[in-house]
């Protein structure tokens, strides 16, 4: 998020973990913003911080975070990926859990930060334990606070339909799937109806888009007319590449639904035109 408009702060020294390990209401909890929601969609980072302090956690967001490293690891640049990973090790070395509104950026930070360093001396075990304290945001809310985010906490309203797509790290690499849904349910005026294929590749893939264009576009076209087949007002989902990528397809073909991160709906973050969407001439 830009400086100046978030709650950017160093890392605060915490205490060790409890001793059965298990997240307390009161975590110390490090939000990785992520380059897209920083660049693209600060709005997603208010709103992950606004649910995380709704479930009673004590969120610090690192000023010395950069990007996770995973374009340059996906287009096989090795050493500017460990570069990346080592900055994140130590932005969020003090810090109980580490959360992320992404399933790709989790998934790098995650699954395979500990394959990135395990030849590193001096960073192998830090990339372990990062890995072991890294969630992404549905999921954490979901399945690791002990009382999850109940029902008292979820205080937003959408009146409309939306259907959801499962971003592919998330789903493959994270198992993230039925913790959104869980959570939506919730939402005060909110139907879910599913559309087919929910689970298929929007054709975003980072730097895939970039490299098989033609591939990418069919795609998310695809994606598109599943999508618009539902008759849902809205798409809503966990990964803002998958977003950007579907929001900017029905933007181009003139489709009038709307796009969210799944933490703008939760959080109630909604007065604000939705993704790809211009503002409102005055």
Same mark, same amino acid.
């Given at each position: 998020? !830009?400086?100046?408009?978030?709650?950017?702060?160093e890392?605060?020294?915490t205490?060790?973990?409890?001793?059965?390990?298990?997240?307390?209401?009161?975590?110390?909890?490090?939000?990785?913003?992520?380059?897209?929601?920083d660049?693209?969609?600060?709005?997603?980072?208010?709103?992950?911080?606004?649910l995380?302090?709704?479930?009673?956690?004590?969120?610090?967001?690192p000023?010395?975070?950069?990007c996770?490293?995973?374009? =340059? +690891?996906?287009?096989?640049?090795?050493?500017?990926?460990?570069? *990346?990973? %080592?900055?994140?090790?130590?932005?969020?070395?003090?810090?109980e859990?580490?959360?992320?509104?992404s399933?790709?950026?989790?998934?790098?930070?995650r699954?395979?930060? !500990?394959k990135?360093?395990a030849?590193?001396?001096?960073?192998?075990? %830090?990339a372990?334990s990062?890995?072991?304290?890294?969630?992404?945001l549905?999921?954490?809310?979901?399945?690791?606070? !002990?009382?999850g985010?109940?029902?008292?906490?979820?205080e937003? $309203?959408?009146?409309?339909? $939306?259907?959801?797509?499962?971003?592919?790290?998330?789903?493959?690499?994270?198992?993230i %799937?039925?913790?959104?849904?869980?959570?939506?349910?919730?939402?005060e005026?909110?139907?879910i109806?599913?559309?087919?294929?929910t689970?298929?590749?929007?054709?975003?893939?980072?730097?895939?888009?970039?490299?098989?264009?033609?591939?990418?576009? %069919?795609?998310?076209?695809?994606?598109?007319?599943?999508a618009?087949e539902?008759?849902?007002d809205?798409?809503?989902?966990?990964?803002?590449?998958?977003?950007?990528?579907?929001?900017g397809?029905?933007?181009? *073909?003139?489709?009038?639904?709307?796009v +969210?991160?799944?933490?703008?709906?939760? =959080?109630?973050?909604?007065?604000?035109?939705?993704?790809?969407?211009?503002e409102?001439?005055?």
């Open positions: 998020m !830009p400086a100046g408009t978030g709650r950017i702060v890392p605060v020294l205490g060790a973990f409890e001793e059965d390990n298990a997240m307390t209401q009161r975590t110390k909890v490090g939000l990785f913003v992520t380059c897209l929601v660049l693209h969609r600060p709005n997603v980072g208010f709103s992950a911080v606004k995380l302090e709704q479930a009673g956690c004590e969120v610090v967001v000023g010395t975070q950069t996770c490293g995973q374009p =340059a +690891w996906n287009s096989g640049d090795k050493v500017s990926a460990q570069t *990346l990973a %080592r900055q994140t090790i130590d932005a969020f070395a003090d810090v859990a580490v959360v992320v509104p399933g790709s950026c989790a998934g790098m930070l699954v395979h930060y !500990p990135l360093l030849e590193d001396s001096d960073y192998a075990a %830090r372990e990062l890995a072991a304290r890294t969630y992404e549905m999921s954490f809310l979901v399945d690791e606070l !002990p009382d985010l109940s029902n008292k906490n979820i937003a $309203v959408f009146a409309g339909t $939306v259907t959801y797509h499962d971003g592919c790290s998330g789903l493959r690499e994270l198992g %799937r039925d913790q959104p849904r869980k959570l939506l349910q919730q939402v005026g909110l139907t109806r599913e559309m087919e294929d689970d298929v590749c929007c054709g975003f893939g980072g730097t895939f888009c970039v490299k098989f264009p033609d591939i990418s576009e %069919r795609m998310v076209s695809d994606k598109v007319a599943l618009t539902t008759g849902a809205a798409l809503v989902g966990g990964d803002l590449g998958c977003l950007l990528n579907i929001s397809r029905l933007s181009r *073909l003139g489709l009038p639904m709307q +969210w991160h799944v933490a703008e709906v939760l =959080a109630d973050k909604t007065d604000i035109p939705a993704i790809a969407q211009a409102p001439k005055s």
